[in-house]
């Protein structure tokens, strides 16, 4: 082992924990007649853990891009306010540069600003989560326990990423309004064939790992802020042709006539709600598979566990039970399957006990079937032979192991032999006629033993899972808020840019009400631009999550469904944050009209 070399992604897994869950892990070639294994195949809960953190941290990346797009748009408001200042200045002999530096310099105190609140306020947010998660159960220690966790590291990352959102938007605002403007159309048109090639790199591209899947994700999110001032021109070109009435066309106008201040705040809430749509898809959908899942395994009535030496008496006083219609035995243990450290599930498997785990006829003797998590490592499908301890197995079958961090193998009581092992059977599947009363009886007369109905196991799956997506869906709301923010500044700058319009209006007799109407009217037209847009990214989304993201991470593929709760809700929530942001006042709308009069 001394002469193997050091794995690459181990630096930064020290650096930033659980980065390398994002990357393939690649053996180097062993000594001459050894096996070359990564440590994580011997610790597959830690790599599963270190999986679902880099999840979490790639999805909350989301929210950081769409933060970078909210100062973004800050930066260019804030430059247009101060626009003869700043070209009085330049004509005194300021350079650009020096106006560039001063600019980036109050970023850089926003930046420094920002992350100290964001430190509090995410340690408050990470005990929130803690609590929500965990159902409350961690409720007493959360804060204190995520309170320890900051180190120097955190808050260097959290530092790098205030200041790195920070002046990145600031920069990208000045060299917007004050550098070169030629070759914006053809750069965007330029970039989109790469981040189309990116995604397609990223999808395609097994050894990219999860990481890959996620940079296609990022490239179709930026691909598709890259097509929001396209779609806006496209949209102003339609409005002749639109039959509506004036105040409709006056709303649209407004729309589709001043991009430069709505595409920045409208690509935000574009991709926003498109990870809304994506992870609610993902979610439901793995939720049914997982429901799914439960139905078709757990088709007993009662379930018992540890028996132990108590099974011969257990099943001898169940079988004396009228209303006992069935009594099936199992067995689990600790084994490996070429090498890798695997879960044994073993029972009589007939056609009944196989079309459980999806297969059609029994197990005979020397056959198998295994986790989609265990084949994708293992690299075999059905047909192959894999090796066991003491003999060969034909895998005639693969079955989804939602939330295995052990790979499973499940065969005939009479192949576990090959696995070096004697069946010992510690699990009884009981079914019942309705209404029997047996559960009870067995907890009296045998108190040690643990008695589980179908109906409780499958309420407790579910509750788990619930609170495992919490989180996840939780950031999706954060991203939602940022970007509602961006919006409503973006609509308060345009107010405020079409003063001049809005007093030629009142003084041509527009009432109160038609006013407030045209501002929801003019939201409206926003987020209906932003979901139209955002649904297909949503989808895209939602593919590359359930295809490509899951199966690298924990090696299972979850079927896309498209419930209609799960990209109908997101997008209303848009639809009704824009009107929202568009109802509320201007924050100098007041002044600007005073002053004015």
Not at 35 to 52: C, G, H, K, Y
Not at 170 to 186: C, I, K, L, M, V
Not at 393 to 406: I, K, N, S, Y
Not at 566 to 582: K, M, N, Q, T
Request: glycine letters at 10%.
């Amino acid at each position: 082992a001394a002469g193997l070399p050091r794995p690459p992604v181990r630096p930064l897994a020290e650096l930033m924990p659980a980065a390398a869950g994002g990357l393939a892990e690649g053996l180097a070639d062993g000594l001459a007649g050894a096996a070359a294994r990564p440590v994580t195949a011997e610790r597959p809960s830690a790599e599963f853990a270190r999986s679902v953190l880099f999840n979490l941290g790639a999805l909350g990346t989301l929210a950081l891009l769409v933060a970078w797009f909210l100062i973004h748009q800050m930066g260019v408001i804030w430059l247009r306010r101060q626009h003869l200042l700043l070209s009085r200045l330049h004509v005194m002999g300021v350079s650009r540069i020096t106006l560039r530096r001063a600019f980036l310099s109050l970023f850089v105190l926003l930046g420094t600003l920002a992350t100290a609140v964001g430190v509090v306020a995410g340690v408050a947010l990470a005990a929130a989560l803690v609590r929500l998660s965990s159902d409350g159960a961690a409720a007493p220690s959360a804060a204190s326990d995520v309170a320890a966790h900051v180190d120097v590291w955190i808050l260097l990352k959290a530092l790098a990423s205030g200041l790195g959102v920070c002046l990145l938007g600031g920069y990208g605002a000045f060299q917007r309004e004050w550098g070169a403007a030629a070759g914006t159309a053809s750069w965007r048109w330029l970039a989109l064939p790469v981040l189309a090639g990116l995604a397609v790199l990223g999808i395609v591209w097994e050894g990219s790992g999860v990481l890959g899947g996620f940079l296609a994700i990022l490239a179709m999110s930026l691909g598709t802020a890259a097509l929001v001032t396209p779609a806006l021109a496209a949209l102003r070109r339609a409005v002749p042709r639109l039959r509506l009435g004036l105040l409709g066309r006056l709303a649209l106008r407004e729309v589709v006539w001043y991009p430069r201040v709505l595409s920045v705040a409208l690509a935000a809430l574009t991709l926003a709600v498109a990870t809304a749509v994506g992870i609610g898809l993902m979610v439901e959908s793995f939720r049914l598979d997982f429901a799914r899942m439960l139905e078709s395994r757990l088709d007993g009535d009662l379930y018992v566990y540890d028996a132990g030496a108590a099974l011969p008496v257990l099943t001898s006083w169940l079988r004396a039970r009228p209303a006992v219609t069935g009594i099936r035995p199992s067995g689990r243990a600790r084994a490996r399957l070429q090498g890798e450290p695997v879960e044994l599930g073993y029972a009589r498997f007939d056609a009944a006990e196989s079309a459980r785990y999806g297969y059609a006829r029994g197990l005979a003797a020397g056959e198998a079937l295994i986790s989609e998590r265990l084949a994708r490592s293992l690299d075999v499908e059905p047909g192959d032979t894999v090796a066991a301890a003491e003999g060969p197995l034909v895998v005639v079958g693969t079955f989804p192991g939602f939330g295995d961090a052990l790979g499973r193998v499940l065969v005939d009581v009479d192949s576990v032999s090959r696995f070096g092992l004697t069946p010992r059977f510690d699990r009884l599947t009981v079914d019942l006629q309705p209404g029997s009363p047996v559960a009870a009886d067995l907890a009296r007369r045998f108190p040690g033993v643990r008695v589980e109905s179908r109906s409780g196991i499958r309420a407790r799956a579910l509750e788990i899972f619930d609170r495992t997506f919490a989180i996840t869906r939780a950031l999706t709301v954060l991203a939602l808020a940022v970007a509602v923010v961006g919006i409503y500044n973006a609509q308060s700058a345009l107010k405020l840019q079409q003063a001049g319009t809005r007093r030629l209006l009142d003084a041509q007799g527009m009432s109160a009400g038609e006013a407030r109407r045209l501002a929801l009217m003019h939201a409206a037209a926003v987020g209906g631009v932003a979901v139209v847009l955002a649904l297909p990214l949503g989808l895209a989304m939602a593919w590359t999550l359930c295809e490509v993201i899951n199966p690298r991470s924990f090696g299972w593929t979850v079927e896309l469904h498209l419930p209609w709760q799960a990209w109908l809700v997101p997008l209303l929530s848009g639809l009704a944050a824009a009107l929202a942001a568009g109802a509320l006042p201007a924050p100098r709308e007041r002044e600007a009209a005073h002053e004015a009069a």
